[in-house]
């Protein structure tokens, strides 16, 4: 929210929020919210002002990684140094965190930021620094469709290789997890392939059939594995493809419809909020 109205250019609205905020966690999740609104109106000075005042390491991660993306095209030393910085600040997240980032997650921003500064080799050697599968494909997912343009050869070894370990988390798995990683890493693999992407999360769509969907949990397992694969669908077809492949743009509305139905509606709205309405 904070984020949101920072965006908006409602300062006093963004400051009464922020001082209400007692929790240091909360308050840094605010502040990298700001940094992104500044990197989004290009005050960079600030943003790097504030984002180096954060005092959570996830957050200070996800503060320079969105300032890092966001100069990359302009400058790049600079956002090559915010990436670093946060790659940096992801190695000090804590490993086993409950109901919040870790720090397989604060890697993952990491190595996106190392590869939209386009440090290519800084971003693999930390994504293969990742000792769980699951984030480690999605790390060499993020960096292999960063790479489709530069280095196609390249990005389809590194896609190959994130697939594989989606498709092990599902086989060894078998939790509404392991579908997310495989729909995950089908949705940053849109740059390199398009048809590859799509069977991706056509198989991640086949393994929700096999997750539990227990009334006493709520989400269920089949609607968060649902919720993953139609995000991921929802950005390879953003808009109707050329092609017909399957009926895949009725299936993501398919299954839109599905998660909103689900009694957790953020997660109808996180996948509902990417439609894109041309």
Not at 17 to 40: F, K, M, T
Not at 66 to 89: F, G, L, M, P, V
């Amino acid at each position: 929210l904070i984020g949101g109205l920072a965006r908006a250019d409602r300062a006093g609205d963004v400051m009464r929020l922020y001082r209400c905020l007692s929790d240091p966690a909360a308050a840094s999740q605010a502040e990298a919210g700001i940094v992104g609104a500044l990197c989004a109106t290009r005050h960079w000075d600030e943003a790097g002002e504030l984002a180096a005042r954060i005092t959570d390491p996830y957050y200070v991660t996800q503060a320079f990684a969105a300032i890092a993306t966001a100069i990359a095209a302009e400058d790049a030393e600079r956002s090559r140094r915010a990436a670093e910085r946060a790659a940096q600040a992801a190695q000090t997240v804590p490993s086993m965190v409950t109901l919040a980032p870790d720090i397989g997650d604060a890697l993952v921003l990491a190595v996106g930021a190392l590869a939209d500064a386009r440090c290519w080799d800084a971003a693999e050697e930390t994504a293969r620094g990742i000792s769980g599968t699951r984030d480690q494909g999605r790390a060499l997912a993020v960096l292999a469709g960063a790479l489709a343009s530069a280095d196609e050869g390249r990005a389809r070894e590194l896609a190959r290789e994130a697939a594989e370990l989606a498709a092990e988390g599902i086989e060894r798995d078998g939790f509404a997890g392991g579908v997310e990683a495989l729909a995950f890493v089908a949705e940053k693999l849109t740059p390199v392939d398009q048809d590859w992407a799509w069977s991706l999360a056509k198989a991640a769509l086949d393994a929700t059939a096999a997750l539990p969907d227990y009334s006493t949990s709520r989400p269920s397992q089949q609607t968060k594995g649902l919720a993953g694969v139609a995000g991921a669908l929802l950005t390879i077809f953003g808009r109707p493809p050329d092609q017909t492949l399957d009926g895949p743009v009725d299936l993501r509305s398919a299954l839109v419809a599905d998660v909103l139905a689900d009694p957790d509606w953020r997660l109808g709205l996180r996948a509902a909020a990417r439609i894109d309405p041309s």
